[in-house]
């Protein structure tokens, strides 16, 4: 058994060796580690590449041209080779435990998804907040809230043969499209209530800028989903709501 851990990087340059390691100090070390470089400079390539030095596990693919996390990490996924998919943004952080304790979860229980809870923290690492993760989320209750973090996720990868599951080309809220198309089509997301990750908040990350969050929570449902211009507006409403509830 094969975990395949994706990751794109862009401009976090002074993060992504915490990330790493917390990957290669993992308990479960059956796995290997996509790198997708999503910069169009090459300041940091040779720093990027160098990566993959530290463990054989270790795979650097490069963009030609900056295409975005979320199509990074389909790239990433189209070059795995794991039977499980994790996904780790390159700011984040993982327990030594997370990938033995949440793939027991997942083949002990037969799920083919499932989640984390995750504390929240700020640059220097600090604790600022945390989300624990619900025993279940399904369709209906994703489409009025998503507390699932990206880098707490494992998906079993037989499930994304299908190419129609993939992540949005969206600056936020790719995931959520994902996950939408997967709830919506009866795969459950399963949460483990304890605390494996860390999910830096950086004040002038794309997850931070409100504007653009709206505007792709708009996209999501107009586009993604199908809901006409004003079911699209009233579920960007809930959504909000549902967020400001939980800060």
């Known amino acids: 058994m094969k975990v395949s851990v994706i990751m794109p990087y862009f401009h976090k340059k002074e993060f992504i060796e915490a990330s790493i390691y917390s990957v290669l100090s993992q308990t479960f070390e059956n796995f290997e580690i996509i790198i997708i470089y999503d910069d169009t400079s090459q300041d940091d390539f040779e720093f990027i590449k160098d990566l993959e030095k530290l463990d054989n596990r270790i795979k650097v693919l490069k963009n030609i041209s900056n295409i975005g996390a979320g199509r990074s990490r389909n790239k990433g996924i189209e070059f795995s080779r794991g039977e499980y998919l994790a996904f780790l943004d390159c700011d984040d952080i993982w327990d030594k435990n997370k990938l033995k304790e949440q793939l027991k979860f997942m083949i002990l229980n037969d799920y083919k998804i499932s989640f984390t809870s995750y504390h929240i923290i700020e640059n220097k690492g600090n604790i600022i907040g945390s989300r624990k993760a619900t025993k279940v989320l399904l369709y209906k209750d994703l489409i009025k809230s998503c507390d699932i973090g990206l880098s707490t996720v494992i998906i079993k990868k037989k499930i994304l043969n299908n190419k129609d599951y993939r992540f949005a080309d969206l600056k936020t809220k790719e995931d959520y499209v994902l ?20 999910w830096k908040k950086l004040d002038k990350s794309l997850s931070s800028n409100t504007f653009q969050k709206i505007l792709d929570g708009f996209k999501v449902y107009n586009k993604y989903v199908g809901f006409n211009k004003i079911k699209s507006l009233y579920h960007l409403m809930l959504l909000s709501i549902n967020f400001l509830k939980k800060k």
């Open 179 to 198: 996950w939408l198309k997967l709830s919506k089509a009866n795969f459950n997301f399963y949460g483990l209530d304890k605390f494996l990750t860390k």
